[in-house]
Structures are given as C-alpha cells and as structure tokens.
C-alpha cells in the first residue's frame, strides 16, 4: 500500500488535540513490545501494545477515553459520574476508579445476562467486585433494559438529591481523542524500534477504533487497521465512520471517512458479546503460555485469535510486521473461572 500525504504533521496533531480539557489518569505512554516466541510460531513478525498497562485500576483502553470525558464533565461543573453496561463491564471499573481518583460520585447501571454472568449478586467477581471497592453505586437491570433510559432516570434520581450529573454516552468522543493520541505513541515508538506496521489490529469498540482511523489518515499512514468485533453488531463501520467524522471536525481536520474505509469483521464474535468462543480461549492460554501475558475472555481473546486464524491460513506471513493492540480486560478473567479451568484442561 502506498502511503498517502499527510494534511496535518504529528506535532500539530498534538496541538490541536492539546486544547481539549483532559486530565491525567493513566500511567502513559504505554510500552509496544515483541512477541518473539508467537511470532516464531505463527510465521509473523508480532508486536504488542500494552493498553493493559494504562495503570489505574488494573489499566484498560477505557483509561484513555475517561481523560477527555471526565475533564468535559468536570468543565461543566458535575459531581456525578453515571455510566452503564454489562455486569463485567471495564468500562464501569475503570470509570469507577477514575471518580475515586478525582473525588467523585460514581452511579453505575449494570446490565444482568444470566448466559454471561453466572454469579449471584451477592458474590461479585471480577469487574463487578472492583466496582463496590472504588465506592461505586450500582443498580442492576434485566438484560433485555433500554440502558439509555435507565442512565438518565438514575441522573434524574441524583439531580432530585441536589447534584449535577454527567451521563457517559455510548460511543462519545473522548474514546476517539485517547486513541488519537494513542496512535500518535505508536507512531513514535514504531520510528524509534524501525518498524512499518502492515496491521493494527484490535478489539473494536468503536471509539478506539475512532481514534485509530482519524489518526493514521490525517497522518497518511498506510496501516491497515482492522477491528476485531466482540458483538453482532453489522452496522458499526457507520457508526464508526460517523464518529470519526465529528472528533475530525471537533479537532478540524479536513478528512473524511466513508464505512467502506473501515476495516471491520463480525467472524469471531461467536454466539454473542461475553460469551467465550473456543478459538478465543485456545487463544488467551497461548498468548499466557507462550509469552506470559494474560487476555480476557471478551475483546482480546477473540481479537488475538483473529490473528492466529489470519496467520494459520496465510493471510498474515513473515513478511507482515503486525501489531496487536491489548486494550485490557483481564480482571474479567476471575469472572469466567469455569471457562477458564475448562480451557486449560484443569480437573479435580
């Protein structure tokens, strides 16, 4: 692929983004490391980013997206932090801890799905456990719940107490300017270490997805950047484009892009969001026992094995220099202890 011009220079991409309110919260930049002993194995040059390493509370893409959103909030004088989503939602943890850090309240409406969330709510695990450590309210709704609504009656339940809530919409900007700038660390770190990615690819949930696309077409980078979907959802290039569109415009980049320029694939989601695939865990224990590194049974498993599948049918060879990105999850890992016992062949 030929690279195409550049309408903005990397330091200009940090300035425009340098404007925006954000605040600190996570440990960046993050490191991109080889992975030698899967690269040797696979037959493809293989590099990791290290987005489970953004540092608070056990890291997440997530950290990235809450610097801009939460200083929005703050900007405008909230008290209140209101998000929602599944019941080992990263999300919801990382939010949690970010209001912890920043003296907040934190109001989470958690979605119940009995095929993906086989505890009690008396015996949290994982996410859910770390949500009721960093002080978070949460409520609990039926899985089938309109989650829009249940996030703003919550809001109006705290505004009738006095307070100025924030409600986190799903998809909103911030995830799209923390991985802008998430682009812009790999774009150094590439230069720094020789490497001419051919793939990034990763676990989308459309805002990180967002930043990636905006990024490397201001740059004119001819990466190809491909998410890994963790649910049925076929619209999500619109949405995707759609999103790109306005943070070019908040930013004002002059680019656009069309769905057709997303690079996007439904084929590892499996039975559904949440619910392991066996290929996504056959993946997680050889990315734990090949290099010591641990995935989650949602996003990154199955991202990773989009890779291991690309690479065992040839679509991905020696001659592609692949970067992975972690966007984090693994306290989920705790959560799904039988899938887990069950995939590394553990008996009594």
């Known amino acids: 692929m030929v690279e195409a011009s550049p309408v903005v220079t990397e330091a200009e991409l940090h300035q425009r983004l340098a404007r925006l ?55 405008q004088g909230c008290d209140v932090i209101i998000n929602g989503a599944a019941v080992q939602s990263n999300y919801c943890r990382q939010t949690a801890a970010a209001c912890a850090k920043l003296g907040l309240k934190c109001a989470l409406v958690l979605r119940r799905d009995q095929r993906i969330d086989p505890f009690k709510t008396s015996e949290p695990q994982g996410n859910l456990l770390l949500d009721y450590l960093f002080g978070a309210d949460v409520r609990f709704v039926d899985a089938d719940a309109d989650m829009d609504a249940e996030k703003e009656r919550l809001a109006e339940e705290y505004r009738a107490k006095g307070h100025k809530p924030f409600v986190i919409k799903h998809p909103d900007l911030g995830g799209g300017f923390g991985y802008l700038l998430c682009l812009l660390e790999l774009v150094q770190q590439c230069r720094q270490m020789g490497l001419k990615p051919t793939y990034l690819i990763h676990s989308s949930s459309t805002p990180t997805q967002v930043g990636f696309v905006v990024g490397a077409k201001a740059l004119g980078l001819n990466w190809r950047i491909l998410g890994i979907s963790p649910h049925h959802r076929p619209d999500a290039p619109d949405r995707i ?106 008996s009594v």
């Open 241 to 346: 484009a759609e999103l790109s569109n306005l943070v070019a415009e908040r930013l004002n980049l002059p680019v656009r892009i069309t769905p057709d320029e997303i690079g996007y694939t439904l084929a590892h989601v499996g039975e559904g969001y949440g619910i392991p695939t066996k290929e996504g865990m056959d993946a997680l224990v050889l990315m734990a026992r090949t290099e010591g590194i641990l995935l989650d049974p949602v996003y990154t498993a199955k991202a990773f094995a989009a890779i291991v599948d690309m690479a065992r049918k040839g679509e991905l060879t020696k001659e592609h220099t692949v970067v992975f990105v972690h966007t984090g999850g693994v306290p989920a890992l705790f959560a799904y202890q039988p899938t887990v016992l069950k995939a590394i062949g553990w």
């Open 21 to 75: 309110p954000r605040v600190a919260l996570g440990t960046l930049p993050t490191p991109l490391e080889p992975l030698p002993r899967l690269s040797e194995l696979l037959g493809v040059r293989l590099f990791i980013k290290r987005d489970d390493l953004t540092g608070l509370a056990l890291g997440g893409n997530k950290v990235r997206h809450l610097e801009f959103t939460l200083a929005m909030a703050m900007e």
